[in-house]
């Protein structure tokens, strides 16, 4: 079965820092892209990071830009998001998301289930 | 920067026709993707590339997309269709969703 796998989630207090990290199991992780998108609570959903299939390309939305790193580790059918200077504002469900082969711009065909972050005092 | 338009709700009776749309200029040119959304779980993938329906999705889901504008259409809408929809394109290297639209199948 095709499945991803989030963890790392909790209470941070603003400033502060998270790594969040996905698991892949059931297709060749190392020849598909991967995503992280987020939601906060109750809104929509916000794209914040692409790394292709052999980290050659890395994208971020401007509003993580900086503070957020993408990483990934083949060997192991991992993702990752090291989350730094968090704000109020990074609150969220995040979810691990695959996309197309390579570096292509595709759709994100499988999710996981989400872990939620929450920056707070 | 680039936007996706959607109306925030959309009502259909049930076995209608549900038409969800998704605006920006000249988004006939990208490849528009469609994806579900229940209360607490993770979207789900319903039109890829404008037009395809993934493996699993029933043939009631169509997606078009010309000009100005990207339609989900859902036929003989069910209860089970109530959702949060969202379109998603690629502005070159970002990755844009639309608002959201919430079904009510009444």
């Known amino acids: 079965e095709v499945q991803l796998v989030e963890s790392g989630g909790g209470l941070v207090k603003p400033g502060g820092s998270l790594r969040l990290s996905c698991a892949a199991s059931?297709?060749?992780?190392?020849?598909?892209?991967m995503n992280w998108v987020r939601q906060a609570p109750g809104k929509g959903l916000e794209w914040v990071s692409f790394i292709s299939s052999g980290t050659s390309y890395i994208y971020y939305a401007d509003s993580v830009k900086g503070r957020f790193t993408i990483s990934r580790d083949n060997a192991k059918n991992s993702l990752y998001l090291q989350m730094n200077s968090l704000r109020a504002e990074d609150t969220g469900v995040y979810y691990c998301?695959?996309?197309?082969?390579?570096?292509?711009?595709?759709?994100?065909?499988?999710w996981g289930q989400g872990t939620m972050v929450t920056v707070s005092s | 920067s680039y936007e996706l338009t959607q109306p925030l709700s959309v009502s259909v009776a049930l076995g209608q026709t549900a038409r969800i749309t998704c605006g920006e200029n000249n988004i006939g040119t990208k490849n528009v993707h469609w994806y579900q959304q229940k209360p607490g779980q993770a979207p789900v993938l319903v039109i890829n590339g404008d037009t395809n329906r993934p493996s699993g999705i029933p043939e009631r889901f169509s997606g078009s997309n010309s000009g100005n504008t990207a339609t989900l259409t859902i036929s003989r809408a069910q209860a089970g269709d109530e959702a949060d929809y969202y379109c998603q394109v690629w502005d070159s290297s970002t990755v844009v969703f639309g608002g959201g639209t919430k079904l009510t199948v009444l």
């Open positions: 998301a695959r996309g197309g082969s390579g570096s292509s711009k595709s759709a994100f065909d499988i």
């Open positions: 059931g297709f060749t992780f190392s020849r598909n892209s």
